[in-house]
């Protein structure tokens, strides 16, 4: 079935760092591809998104090309700040009509000041 | 403010009692789920109504069981409830479709004793 993989469960930046958090997927189908955030006590929201092949997502400075050939959507900033500290899911939204997103386990992102 | 709003924010109870939680959007989407966070931050769905039908059903437990009395709500009941039913459950929302992302509510968080 389909599947999405993140390697990561934390990473600890500092601030100003620059940042690759890890997201492959697996599936027959050909999805849409999301990262969303969660920050604590609240529920995970839309971060950014890429529709097909070689499109972008952008969001306040983090970026994910959609890349079909690697089966990935790495999730990149150039500089971090201490309020990006969140968790991050990489997840996908298969081609049937039910439209079911299937996450990833999350990557709690600490940035150290 | 137009959202998805879930009641309680928090829900303690002990094993073997039954409990609801309520679940509402005012987006106008047509497609609402449930979702399962464990301790360990993973989601995964478990039901999807789209236009007060059923269309995803996980293999959830029959004690769980979705009511969607029109598109704007979905409820969740959970009979006998057990020590392993203790998670954060999110409501969300979203247009038909692949592309659009969800709506996530801020979570109910459920401690079952």
């Known amino acids: 079935g389909d599947s999405v993989v993140q390697t990561e469960g934390q990473v600890l930046p500092s601030e100003g760092d620059s940042l690759i958090v890890n997201c492959s997927y697996e599936?027959?189908?050909?999805?849409?591809l999301f990262w969303y955030v969660q920050y604590p006590g609240e529920g995970p929201q839309l971060h950014l998104k890429?529709?097909?092949?070689?499109d972008k997502g952008r969001n306040k400075g983090f970026e994910a090309m959609y890349r079909k050939e690697t089966t990935s959507f790495h999730l990149e900033k150039d500089s971090v700040q201490e309020s990006d500290s969140a968790v991050y899911f990489c997840?996908?939204?298969?081609?049937?009509?039910?439209?079911?997103?299937?996450f990833g386990s999350g990557t709690r992102l600490s940035i150290r000041p | 403010d137009t959202a998805v709003s879930q009641t309680p924010k928090y829900l303690v109870t002990q094993m073997g009692n039954d409990k609801s939680i309520k679940c509402e959007q005012n987006?106008?989407?047509?497609?609402m789920y449930w979702y399962k966070q464990d301790s360990k931050k993973f989601l995964k769905i478990m039901f999807s109504?789209?236009?007060?039908?059923?269309?995803i059903n996980e293999t959830v437990p029959n004690r769980f069981s979705p009511k969607s009395p029109d598109k704007a709500h979905l409820n969740l009941h959970i009979n006998s409830l057990e020590l392993g039913d203790s998670a954060v459950y999110f409501c969300?929302?979203?247009?038909?479709?692949?592309?659009?992302?969800?709506?996530f509510g801020s979570g109910t968080r459920l401690t079952v004793v």
């Open positions: 890429a529709m097909k092949a070689n």
């Open positions: 599936t027959t189908q050909y999805p849409s």
């Open positions: 987006l106008g989407h047509d497609t």
């Open positions: 109504y789209n236009n007060k039908e059923l269309i």
């Open positions: 969300a929302s979203s247009l038909p479709g692949q592309s659009y992302g969800y709506t």
């Open positions: 997840a996908l939204s298969e081609g049937s009509s039910a439209s079911k997103i299937i």
